[in-house]
C-alpha cells in the first residue's frame, strides 16, 4: 500500500527555472494538500484541493500554481522558482476536510 | 501567518523517563492533532482529538483537548530510544481541513 507518494524525492534549480511537483495518493481521498517546510518552522499550507477539478489558496500561495485533473494526483508547479522557494514539499490527502491528513516523505528542492 | 505556540522547541529525554509537550493558540481549534516526523520522512499522525476536554491514549502517548479549545498537550511515558524525533501539533478551525502547524518539539536522547 503506497499510500501519498511523492515525485521527485530531490531537485536542483537554477533561479527562474520551472518545474512540477507531483503528488499520487492510492486511498481515493477527496482532498489533498502542499505544504512547505522551512528549517526551524511548521508545515506551512501553500494549496489545497477539496476535490477533482478544484484548487484553493492556502497561507503562502505566492509563486506556486497547483492542478488536481485527476482524483489521484495534485500538481505543485513552480513558474519561475526563486531561491526564497528552497525548501521541503509534503504533500497530504485525506478523506474529508475533517479527517486526519496523511503525508508523503516530501520531495526536497534547492534553488541556487 | 497564524501560528501555533509550542514547547518546549527542544528536550533530552534519558529511556524510561515521562515527556510532556503542549500547544497554545490566541484561537479556538475544532481539532487538534498530533504528528510525530522522523528524519527524511513526512510527519505521520499520531492522535486525533475532536471534542474539548477529550483525553485520547494511544500505546505510551497520551493526548488531551483543552477544555477552552486554545490549547493541547502530549504525554509520552517510559520513553524508548525510537521516541526521538520531532513533534508537531496541528490545530483545524473549519471543515476544508486548513492545518495550522506548531514549530514542533524536537525530542532527542540525553549524551
Known amino acids: 500500500n503506497a499510500g501519498v507518494t511523492q515525485t521527485p524525492k530531490f531537485r536542483v534549480l537554477k533561479t527562474g527555472q520551472s518545474m512540477t511537483l507531483l503528488c499520487a495518493q492510492d486511498m481515493n481521498h477527496e482532498y489533498m494538500y502542499w505544504y512547505r517546510q522551512d528549517p526551524g518552522m511548521g508545515l506551512r499550507l501553500i494549496h489545497y484541493?477539496?476535490?477533482?477539478?478544484?484548487?484553493a489558496k492556502g497561507e503562502v500561495p505566492d509563486g506556486y500554481n497547483v492542478s488536481r485533473l485527476k482524483k489521484q494526483n495534485f500538481l505543485l508547479g513552480l513558474e519561475s522558482a526563486a531561491p526564497s522557494q528552497t525548501s521541503v514539499y509534503f504533500c497530504a490527502s485525506s478523506y474529508g476536510g475533517s479527517q486526519p491528513q496523511h503525508f508523503g516523505d516530501g520531495t526536497r528542492l534547492s534553488i541556487l | 501567518g497564524q501560528q501555533l505556540n509550542q514547547s518546549p522547541q527542544s528536550m533530552f529525554i534519558q529511556e524510561g523517563e515521562d515527556v510532556s509537550m503542549n500547544c497554545t493558540s490566541s484561537s479556538i481549534f475544532n481539532t487538534w492533532l498530533w504528528y510525530k516526523q522522523d528524519p527524511g520522512e513526512g510527519p505521520v499522525l499520531l492522535i486525533a482529538?475532536?471534542?474539548?476536554?477529550e483525553l485520547t491514549s494511544n500505546g505510551r502517548l497520551t493526548a488531551q483537548f483543552g477544555i477552552t479549545r486554545k490549547d493541547s498537550f502530549l504525554n509520552i511515558s517510559a520513553s524508548i530510544p525510537s521516541d526521538v524525533g520531532i513533534y508537531f501539533c496541528?490545530?483545524?478551525?473549519?471543515?476544508?481541513?486548513?492545518?495550522?502547524f506548531g514549530k514542533g518539539t524536537k525530542l532527542s536522547v540525553k549524551p
Open positions: 484541493s477539496v476535490g477533482e477539478g478544484t484548487t
Open positions: 482529538l475532536y471534542k474539548a476536554g
Open positions: 496541528a490545530g483545524q478551525r473549519g471543515s476544508q481541513g486548513n492545518l495550522i
